[in-house]
């Protein structure tokens, strides 16, 4: 039996008209994909899904002769992880604005958390989630964002005229957004509005996380570009202190800087 649970949004001005326009929930069989219309959706499974910090992966980007991803592709992946290994999350809205995660769960830790919460019922959320429990490892579940194919996400995505893909950056001392992909002006937007919330945030167009490319899951928009955050380990920290012992502990521990860091990207896509 899945049990969902909203939570009592830290952003609550905008999610009461969107609650009129969503109206479809619904559980597909086969692996885990989830619709739902309540932001932040857990289940028993996921509930007790445990994670350690992962990889955090720094490859993104970075060509295929040194990616130390395990798989090439979602179909190498679902031929091999058992369907409890993830799951797929999404909603959509009357919006062409996606907020989304290739690398949720226990794979890059929060990016799930704080998708959710930006798109809350306004824009449409996705997350590949990683759910393994801590010695079985959810890095595995990484597959580099060129490469990413899961069909649901490419789905949404490339329906989607504005995109925000967060992922995390692993480093355990700095404090930084990277702002990446190939959208300039909401690159500008984030950063910007990222900064008069009190949050350092880089522009990111030349290093091997930058999400230049084309091909990068951030850039399969409509307009063929889409803005990409690497948020550094010790920034979701800040956002989340409990970040690494599994989804529950990790939505109770939200800190004033996650209401903060939500509220500039809300205003960032708007
Ligand atoms: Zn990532």
Same mark, same amino acid.
């Given at each position: ?5 909203? %939570? ?6 905008? &999610? ?38 992962? $990889? /955090? ?24 992880? $058992? ?26 830790? =929060?990016?799930?958390?704080?998708? /959710?919460?930006?798109? =809350?019922?306004?824009?449409? %959320? ?21 490469? &990413? /194919? ?34 300039? $002006?909401?690159?500008? +937007?984030? +950063? ?5 919330? =009190? @949050? ?14 084309? $091909?990068? &899951? ?25 970040? %690494? ?12 800087? @996650?209401?903060? &860091? ?9």
């Amino acid at each position: 039996m899945k049990n969902q649970q909203s %939570f009592s949004h830290l952003i609550s001005s905008s &999610f009461t008209m969107g609650m009129f326009a969503l109206g479809i929930i619904g559980f597909s069989v086969g692996c885990r994909e989830v619709q739902t219309n309540q932001p932040v959706e857990t289940t028993e499974q996921y509930e007790e899904a445990m994670e350690v910090n992962c $990889a /955090d992966h720094a490859t993104h980007g970075k060509s295929p002769a040194i990616l130390a991803d395990t798989y090439a592709n979602f179909a190498a992946l679902a031929a091999t992880e $058992a369907s409890s290994a993830y799951s797929k999350q999404w909603r959509t809205t009357s919006s062409t604005t996606i907020i989304c995660t290739p690398h949720g769960g226990g794979i890059e830790a =929060g990016t799930t958390e704080i998708c /959710d919460s930006v798109a =809350g019922n306004d824009y449409d %959320f996705y997350s590949f989630t990683g759910l393994k429990t801590p010695n079985s490892g959810n890095a595995t579940l990484h597959i580099t964002s060129v490469n &990413f /194919d899961e069909p649901k996400g490419d789905e949404l995505i490339k329906a989607a005229s504005k995109a925000l893909v967060l992922h995390g950056k692993a480093d355990n001392n700095n404090e930084i957004v990277y702002v990446g992909g190939r959208d300039a $002006a909401l690159r500008t +937007k984030v +950063k910007s509005e990222l900064e008069a919330e =009190g @949050f350092t945030a880089i522009i990111d167009t030349t290093s091997s996380i930058s999400g230049q490319a084309k $091909a990068n &899951f951030t850039n399969r928009t409509t307009s063929e570009k889409g803005c990409q955050l690497e948020i550094t380990t010790k920034l979701r920290q800040k956002l989340m202190s409990n970040l %690494f012992n599994g989804p529950t502990n990790r939505m109770n521990s939200r800190t004033i800087h @996650f209401t903060k &860091f939500v509220r500039a990207l809300r205003k960032a896509v708007q």
